[in-house]
């Protein structure tokens, strides 16, 4: 049974840091690109980073860049989101998504709230 499970999400004060995980089962973690999306009450859902199978490769949605590190595990089945310079329109729930061609999975989410 494939499972993504996010957490570490929580409420912040602007400009504090959290650090989400994924946890992964029931497939070949390490075949996959890994992602995080984000969505914003009202809004659509994006993409915030993702890594390709080994880490070698990342990438980042503008806003984010600078403040976001997406990282893996492949030994834990693990990937992370650690997030720096919190800004309240980083205000979403979070999900983390497993993909490579023929299959995508997706996790439940988990809320991250900026506010003072």
């Known amino acids: 049974q494939v499972q993504l499970v996010e957490s570490g999400g929580g409420l912040v004060q602007p400009g504090g840091s959290l650090r989400l995980s994924c946890a992964a089962s029931?497939?070949?973690?390490?075949?996959?690109?890994m992602s995080w999306y984000r969505q914003a009450p009202g809004k659509e859902r994006v993409l915030v980073a993702d890594?390709?199978?080994?880490?070698?490769?990342?990438s980042y949605e503008d806003s984010v860049k600078g403040r976001f590190t997406i990282s893996r595990d492949n030994a834990k089945n693990t990937v992370y989101l650690q997030m720096n310079s919190l800004k309240p329109e980083d205000t979403a729930v979070y999900y983390c998504?497993?993909?490579?061609?023929?299959?995508?999975?997706w996790g439940q989410g988990t809320q991250v709230t900026v506010s003072s």
């Open positions: 998504k497993a993909r490579r061609a023929g299959a995508e999975y």
């Open positions: 890594i390709s199978s080994f880490g070698r490769r990342t």
């Open positions: 029931g497939f070949t973690f390490s075949t996959y690109t």
